[in-house]
Nanobody, 115 residues
Framework: VQLQASGGGLVQPGGSLRLSCAGS????????IGWFRQAPGKDREGVTC????????EYVDSVKGRFAISRDNATNTVSLQMNSLKPEDTAVYYC?????????WGKGTLVTVSS
């Protein structure tokens, strides 16, 4: 099982990025999928998740209205659309899949928001 996060990069404040989490050896729509991030010197925090049962989503307050998580079952990916990016969004972003005690983490992708 592998999760591969991609799409990170350098963006100016106010810009947008779209992260993708691709699964291999795992059917992502059978799992709750989360995006976490870890900024330099800080603990890892949960950013958003999407449930497998009903597709409902949750967001940490700091990204509500700016980030959107979505599934593409045809490509077995989960995306994170990030708009109106702020310097404080700078972090390594990780995707996570969890179900019934089984959980998997992908390697992170670095997002840097800077002018």
């Amino acid at each position: 099982v592998q999760l591969q996060a991609s799409g990170g990069g350098l963006v100016q404040p106010g810009g947008s990025l779209r992260l993708s989490c691709a699964g291999s050896g795992i059917t992502l729509n059978h799992y709750a999928i989360g995006w976490f991030r870890q900024a330099p010197g800080k603990d890892r925090e949960g950013v958003t998740c999407i449930r497998s049962s009903d597709g409902s989503t949750e967001y940490v307050d700091s990204v509500k209205g700016r980030f959107a998580i979505s599934r593409d079952n045809a490509t077995n990916t989960v995306s994170l659309q990030m708009n109106s990016l702020k310097p404080e969004d700078t972090a390594v972003y990780y995707c996570y899949a969890g179900r019934g005690g089984w959980d998997y983490w992908g390697k992170g992708t670095l997002v840097t928001v800077s002018s």
